[in-house]
């Protein structure tokens, strides 16, 4: 069993920037791809970052690709989201989400065995 806990989202003005954690616990963390994730009011959950088990390799949606930064520190089991130049369209529930059946990241919502329970962003402009 995994259990991820997010943290790091709030209320930020566009333009800011914000970073996101993942803390993993419960399984050997180090050997997965790990996502990022959203869901705005009333849309599907989108992809939006992934990252390699080694974090060699990273992916990134088109529309936050140049803005966030997806990292991974295994001796830590924690993945973070640096979210930089906000705009008031990254307002969503971030989730992160483990894959144990990859070591590189995947970007569907259904190939992601465990999620964590989400987190708010909210961008104001």
């Known amino acids: 069993q995994v259990q991820l806990v997010e943290s790091g989202g709030g209320l930020v003005q566009a333009g800011g920037s914000l970073r996101l954690s993942c803390a993993a616990s419960?399984?050997?963390?180090?050997?997965?791809?790990m996502g990022w994730f959203r869901q705005a009011p009333g849309k599907e959950r989108e992809f939006v970052a992934g990252?390699?088990?080694?974090?060699?390799?990273?992916y990134y949606a088109d529309s936050v690709k140049g803005r966030f930064t997806i990292s991974r520190d295994n001796a830590k089991n924690t993945v973070y989201l640096q979210m930089n130049s906000l705009k008031p369209e990254d307002t969503a529930v971030y989730y992160c989400?483990?894959?144990?059946?990859?070591?590189?990241?995947?970007?569907?919502?259904?190939?992601?065995?465990?999620w964590g329970q989400g987190t708010q962003v909210t961008v104001s402009s």
């Open positions: 419960g399984r050997t963390f180090s050997t997965y791809a």
């Open positions: 989400a483990l894959d144990r059946n990859s070591a590189t990241p995947r970007i569907r919502p259904y190939d992601y065995d465990y």
């Open positions: 990252i390699s088990w080694t974090g060699g390799r990273t």
